[in-house]
């Protein structure tokens, strides 16, 4: 009985973590996980020098990119490689920052630009902006030394310094940004953040490098929608970590379908913008029906299609005897249907002038199309869609419960088809919604390293004088020692957009290509699994022993792909 | 390349899985744990014999529950110790049946019982009964070998040979099973389930002994709610695993909401009878409230009392400045409020005589108290409660999202208090409902153990001659090897309850006690937790390494206070 009261106590030993707003306690995979050794490319651990490509151009309109980055456009990527950098060792001052939503691996990068700067550059210091971009402006920091970070090493989540989505875009916030450089006498700025994130710090970056500054900026491409990647820089991080632990709940959701044998369960999945998560889950997991909004779009499916194609799969496992199955929808899908979206405008247009009668003779205002489709949503979305409302008074679309709403238009239509004769079966739909669990997570033990790579080769970035660059490291696929590491030009992955009369910088959305492996693979097994049940269950993350190397599927079919 | 295609392909290695429903492929951790040996009790491993207690009584109504078993009634528990039990060995028919709901665990008392089969009684015959007790009364069954067996061994899931949720209780019933019994000349049957699926165990096996026939029925403890227990049989199987992945999934979202700093998220958990898996869950992660329905009952709370219970907790939160936290309702909460149960008995009356008029004048139908109740009810759940029903015509208290409602109450009351100036934060809520992700997961190495064991203790109390027990394995906060196997009267564990006029049989689920052990420990820490962040995360339940032996809280508590 001893035994077991210090089994429940190891528990619960305190570590130490300063972070002055919370005094925390470990559990022991956390604990264990502190002391994880990550493994470096071969690159970073002897001496390495960086050597600068061709000059770049930008993804599209380099024109107005080149009017937009006068400084860096054009400016080459660079690659590490053995040799002697030549440059006597030097002591930086930097600091760092987490930008939007969390992503499971951000403090690795952390303690991979520290490790980096104590490792090469005696004598730095390492300022971590607090709360995001705001903690720029405001010199808000916390100086980080090694007893900070060490409580967050291969942890999750962004408490060490937390997140912010400010921006920094503005005349007057360039100007606070500036003051924090000079206050702090910054020689260099890591930006971990997605697409508008980066491209912010490549504004900043350039802002800076047009005021003479010294101080650099270099990005980091985190998502877990994985919707930040390009030939370059092959994948965002915390991608993997998500993917895993949504892949383990389906999983065990598609036992529990297999073996009551009486539920359909509808689990959307987070990913507003790219559907990434949901067709990596797919591969991960094989469910009965996945919905790819990219695909969709493409297609141009109206509602009624894509719950048509529900439905039919539906009515044929019921002839097979299957009454219950597995289907995956990605959280933005109905963002991808352009007759929701026209409705939506509509909407949008309707309740601005407030125009929403009892009677409902509002109604007659809508598009033929548009009233049809109304009609057809089940009602409790109606009622979502008039009543709640963001503060500019528009509809919010991600409030929509995706997977309520499948289910009872599945409901109906299966209703329809047993009038005719042409169903005969009991449909019973449970929903899920898998998101907040996923960010959040211990990151893998790809997340892990990966991220240390990225943060390490952004220290070394910095310390070539590198400035406007986003950290790649690349060759994913091979063991970490062949990792390549690098820095790609932050102006070659933007082309523009316009908005309110002007032309923006964007990083283009990676979208699911329809033409690439991962999805090639997914529509040529598809089939399959949704009459023949495939599931497999990845189980939850291991660390140490079986599948605890495993990469997600996505990767190594870009990799492949392109081999 | 090839290399990372060939680690793709190795996701799909293809295992025999011969259910003749349905072909599977392994995850690579499903996989691994095929392989994954099992220790046994010491006791189990050698010659042993099976050694009576004394005479047993009831639970409870000791008179009325001899009536109801005349055969049974009294019988003693029986324990296995060394010996040679002096048998010669003989080959046995068994049969084995899931029944309810999943838990994880159920495939390892299946593989325990035909291991022993295997071992001790050299040419015996098992039975799996097809889709619950169902498949007893339709003589639909497979005959379980080895192959068959193998690719479910400590695997999740039900669907060897699926669950169901009939039962055996009228005398056509009864006769049907004696029949399969006869039928297959079975000399044991192995009833897998929950407190109800145990207690028409014992009728079956009081009924199969009355009419002298040779089968014995034998009970094992199963439900991931936990509320399956008492002294000599300490746990039921699933709850240790299943609470490990709500506890993973709490963890993750717990350090989303300490990085983000800005959202409540109130996480429903399965659980409908009593609060064990929130208790431990709770215990495992540290939030920052915690509803226990037994407490709130035991309290006579009002809705308006929880409410206020939180918002207290929230408004003293944000004079630390934490806009954030983490709080867990078990998905029974509500049953446990007395006068939400009045509400329901009224709106049942009101509805079966279907008095509910559009203008509302039949809520003057309502004792006040339960209007007013309804009054502070949110408008979605007021119109949930009208308009689902079940197929009695009666409300459908399973349907209302617990997390949903109490995140609108306390907003209500949250602006009640900011009018008042009682509260100057912002609040935003997130709603969760952890359910099925954890009933089909894979079985941790503590339920893969202790679910081998109860299976092969079951096979040892058949060989011996023993009916109407369910198998009890005890010690189980000590090493396995030291853990005791024996099997407990069913009979003893029962008291009964007046329905429709005549006295039932049951066995009382076991809630939680406000004075046993895993309560006293929450209840001592949870003001600590609520406004400091203690939070824990587990991270993802570990099959080798770290944490891999771990048992959960409440059993150690459990065994600690004995001691």
């Given at each position: 009985m001893a035994a077991a009261a210090a089994t429940l106590l190891s528990n619960g030993d305190a570590k130490p973590q300063n972070t002055g707003r919370f005094a925390s306690v470990y559990s022991e995979v956390q604990n264990n996980r502190l002391d994880h050794s990550l493994s470096l490319p071969a690159v970073l651990r002897k001496s390495f020098q960086v050597v600068d490509g061709p000059p770049s151009s930008a993804a599209g309109n380099p024109d107005e990119i080149k009017k937009l980055f006068p400084c860096l456009?054009?400016?080459?990527?660079?690659?590490?490689?053995?040799?002697?950098?030549?440059?006597?060792?030097?002591?930086?001052?930097?600091?760092?920052?987490?930008?939007?939503?969390?992503?499971p691996g951000g403090h690795n990068v952390i303690s991979g630009i520290y490790d980096y700067l104590q490792d090469r550059c005696k004598g730095s210091t390492l300022y971590g902006f607090r709360g995001g971009p705001a903690?720029?402006?405001?010199?808000?920091?916390?100086?980080?030394?090694?007893?900070?970070?060490?409580?967050?090493?291969?942890?999750?989540?962004?408490?060490?310094?937390r997140s912010g989505r400010d921006k920094i875009e503005t005349p007057e916030q360039f100007k606070q940004a500036a003051e924090t450089a000079l206050k702090l006498d910054l020689d260099g700025l890591v930006v971990i953040g997605g697409d508008d994130s980066n491209t912010n710090a490549c504004l900043l970056a350039e802002n800076f490098r047009n005021k003479n500054m010294k101080t650099r900026v270099i990005g980091c491409p985190k998502t877990i929608d994985g919707d930040l990647k390009c030939k370059e820089v092959p994948a965002s991080f915390g991608f993997d970590t998500a993917c895993k632990i949504y892949a383990e709940m389906i999983g065990n959701v598609m036992v529990d379908a297999r073996s009551t044998g009486k539920y359909y369960h509808f689990v959307r999945l987070m990913g507003r913008a790219a559907s990434h998560i949901t067709l990596e889950c797919a591969l991960q997991t094989h469910p009965n029906i996945t919905l790819i909004g990219e695909e969709v779009a493409a297609n141009k499916q109206t509602l009624k299609n894509v719950t048509d194609y529900i439905v039919d799969i539906i009515t044929k496992r019921a002839e097979f005897g299957y009454n219950y199955g597995v289907i995956l929808i990605p959280e933005g899908l109905i963002d991808f249907i352009?007759?929701?979206?026209?409705?939506?405008?509509?909407?949008?247009?309707?309740?601005?002038?407030?125009?929403?009668?009892?009677?409902?003779?509002?109604?007659?205002?809508?598009?033929?199309?548009?009233?049809?489709?109304?009609?057809?949503?089940?009602?409790?979305?109606?009622?979502?869609?008039?009543?709640?409302?963001?503060?500019?008074?528009?509809?919010?679309?991600?409030?929509?419960?995706?997977?309520?709403?499948?289910?009872?238009?599945?409901?109906?239509e299966l209703e329809n088809r047993k009038q005719a004769g042409a169903y005969k079966a009991q449909f019973k739909g449970q929903s899920h919604f898998f998101g907040y669990e996923g960010r959040c997570g211990l990151p893998s033990n790809f997340d892990s390293t990966y991220c240390y790579a990225l943060g390490y080769g952004a220290g070394a970035l910095l310390q070539s004088g590198k400035t406007g660059l986003i950290s790649s490291v690349g060759n994913l696929a091979a063991p970490v020692e062949e990792w390549t590491v690098g820095g790609t030009a932050l102006t070659s992955l933007m082309d523009v957009e316009r908005r309110h009369g002007k032309f923006k910088p964007v990083i283009k959305k990676a979208m699911v290509e329809l033409e690439g492996a991962p999805f090639k693979q997914f529509a040529s097994l598809r089939e399959e699994w949704a009459l023949n049940n495939r599931y497999i269950s990845p189980g939850p993350i291991q660390f140490v022993g079986p599948a605890s190397d495993k990469v997600n599927h996505t990767l190594l079919l870009e990799f492949g792909a392109q081999a």
């Open positions: 456009f054009g400016q080459p990527s660079a690659v590490l490689v053995p040799g002697d950098a030549g440059n006597a060792p030097q002591s930086l001052k930097v600091g760092v920052v987490l930008s939007g939503g969390q992503a903690g720029i402006m405001k010199c808000k920091y916390t100086v980080l030394n090694s007893e900070y970070i060490y409580p967050f090493r291969n942890q999750g989540g962004f408490d060490m310094i352009p007759e929701v979206q026209l409705l939506i405008a509509e909407l949008n247009e309707i309740l601005a002038h407030d125009e929403v009668d009892e009677a409902g003779l509002w109604k007659q205002k809508l598009q033929p199309q548009s009233l049809e489709l109304f009609k057809l949503l089940p009602a409790a979305i109606q009622e979502q869609l008039m009543l709640e409302r963001d503060p500019h008074g528009n509809v919010q679309v991600a409030k929509i419960e995706t997977e309520k709403m499948f289910i009872q238009m599945v409901e109906t």
